[in-house]
Each structure stands twice: as structure tokens, then as C-alpha cells.
């Protein structure tokens, strides 16, 4: 079995070969969240690791400064379309760029960035499949040091995608058998108070994005295994919400979901971080 949109996934060897190309913008978007003895995680953006080694040309993108919204209560919000633009021309990025995200870290880093481009309308984006561990892994062309500059992109958004969820959408789909609610963090992530409350949203099912990649190579499993896992939790067949703890791991579910070929998923943006702290709310612990 072979994906319905492999182009959302990209190769080693692929990306190799096209590193001089100029219509391709590679981001290193490597974010770090430290658990703290009590109270919320430290947000710590991946720079460090970045200038210790990366993929040639790479620039590092901060995905909570330069793609999310500010000034919110929960961090990683969805940007407004001027805003993203903006960070995307930085960037270099036109609307005939071919995005590049990877991350040094958990690769749903990478997938959250890809996922903001779909909702803006670009679609000529895709994940370094395996990520820095994978490329560094096989020697292949890397450099250290700071971020380069590239001359600025045109890069303007189009279109825009209805890809985000709400909470009052999550609420409705409770008790809906119509729509699977998806839960993409592992088990101790939501057992413990990392965000709040612990537990998970009623009705959800578990399908945890480090499940859908294979720790040998840090890549995801073959569409076969996904398809296998997510049509077990009864998301192949039923438009999806995923979650997670703040809308990022969710998007490797979302990811693995459209490349299957499912057109009806969506990432609860807020997610745990905005419904464990609503006492109104329910959770299943």
C-alpha cells in the first residue's frame, strides 16, 4: 500500500539533490518543551541545537515567535494570514516555494509548520522524512553556526483553509459517533498535570503521534502500518479532530491522516492547554 499524497513527505536523497535548487526554502523548526517540577512547561526554541549543526542552508525558524500568534493565553496559536506572510517572506518564500520543515527534536515540530502552510493555502510544502536525526545520521551535507539570510520572498496567501478547531466544535463532537476525536500525546503526557487537569477529552481515542514513527529512523512508518493504526482507532472513515497538549503532535496525526488520503481532519489548535484549564469542562481521567 502506497500513500493517496506522498509529496508531503520528503527524502534524504531527495532533498540532497536539490540543497542549490532556489525555488526550495529548508527551516529547521526544532522547539523544545522542558518539564517543570510544577506548574506549565518552559518553552525553550531549538537555536542552540541549530548552530550546533544543521541541515545545509537551513534557516531556523522560531515556531512560537515567527508562525504563532501573539499575545494570547495559549502559546502556539494559529497566526492571523498578514502575520504568517510576513514571516514566510522573511523566510524567502514565494507562492512557487517548495517548503522544507524538519526538526532536530520530535518531528511534529516540523509537521506543525507544514500543517500552517496547508491552512494558508500552500501546498507546495512537505516534512524531511526522518528529520536532523536521520540526515546527520547518513553524513549527508550539514553546516553549523547562525541562520542565513536569504532576500526576501513574495510569498502572499491565497486561500485559506477551515483546518482548525475550536473548543465549542470539540464540545459538539462529545458523544457524536460521526466524528473521531483524536488524541495524539502519550498516555503519561495527559496522566500528569503538564497541562492542567490531567486526563483527556470524553470520547477520545488515543493514537500517539511518537507511535506513528519508527525510532530506528526517526521516520514514519510505512503508509500500511499507518493506515492500519488509524483505521483501528476509527479514523479512516469519519472526518477527525486531533489534539494533543497544544495543537503541535496533533499535526502528525493530520499529517499521516491526508497523506492516507482522508479529507476531513482538523487540529484543535488550543487544545489541552486551553480545555484542562476550564474547569467547565469535562475530562476523562
Known amino acids: 500500500m502506497s500513500f493517496v499524497h506522498p509529496q508531503f513527505l520528503v527524502e534524504t536523497d531527495w532533498l540532497e539533490q536539490n540543497l542549490s535548487n532556489p525555488d526550495v526554502v529548508v527551516l ?31 534557516q531556523f525558524c522560531d515556531v512560537q515567535k515567527d508562525v504563532s500568534a501573539q499575545g494570547t493565553k495559549t502559546n502556539f496559536m494559529r497566526p492571523d494570514a498578514a502575520a504568517f506572510a510576513a514571516a514566510m517572506r522573511r523566510f524567502g518564500v514565494s507562492n512557487n516555494t517548495r517548503v522544507i520543515t524538519y526538526s532536530t527534536a520530535n518531528p511534529w515540530w516540523a509537521t506543525r509548520v507544514w500543517w500552517l502552510l496547508r491552512s494558508f ?27 542565513p539570510t536569504r532576500a526576501a520572498g513574495s510569498f502572499s496567501v491565497q486561500f485559506e483553509r477551515d483546518l482548525m478547531a475550536d473548543r465549542e466544535e470539540v464540545v459538539a463532537a462529545m458523544g457524536n459517533g460521526a466524528i473521531c476525536t483524536l488524541n495524539a500525546l502519550m498516555p503519561a503526557q495527559y496522566a500528569g498535570t503538564t497541562y492542567g487537569r490531567p486526563g483527556q477529552i470524553p470520547g477520545s481515542v488515543a493514537v500517539p503521534a511518537g507511535h506513528l514513527i519508527d525510532p530506528a529512523t526517526n521516520a514514519f512508518l510505512p503508509a500500511d502500518e499507518l493506515r492500519a493504526k488509524l483505521a483501528a482507532a476509527g479514523a479512516m472513515d469519519r472526518p477527525v479532530i486531533a489534539y494533543c497538549g497544544g495543537g503541535i503532535a496533533a499535526t502528525a496525526d493530520a499529517l499521516a491522516l491526508v497523506m492516507l488520503g482522508h479529507t476531513n481532519v482538523k487540529v484543535y489548535d488550543a487544545s489541552l492547554s486551553e480545555w484542562s484549564k476550564d474547569e467547565s469542562l469535562p475530562m476523562a481521567v
Do not use: F
Request: hydrophobic share 25%.
Open 28 to 58: 529547521d523548526c526544532t522547539v523544545h518543551l522542558r518539564i517543570q517540577p510544577s506548574g506549565p512547561y518552559k518553552i525553550d526554541p531549538g537555536l542552540a541545537d541549530y548552530e550546533k549543526g544543521h541541515v545545509k542552508g537551513a
Open 121 to 147: 493555502g500552500h501546498d507546495n510544502a512537505a516534512v524531511l522524512n526522518g528529520g536532523w536525526q536521520k540526515w546527520s545520521k547518513e553524513g549527508r551535507p550539514s553546516e553549523t553556526g547562525p541562520s
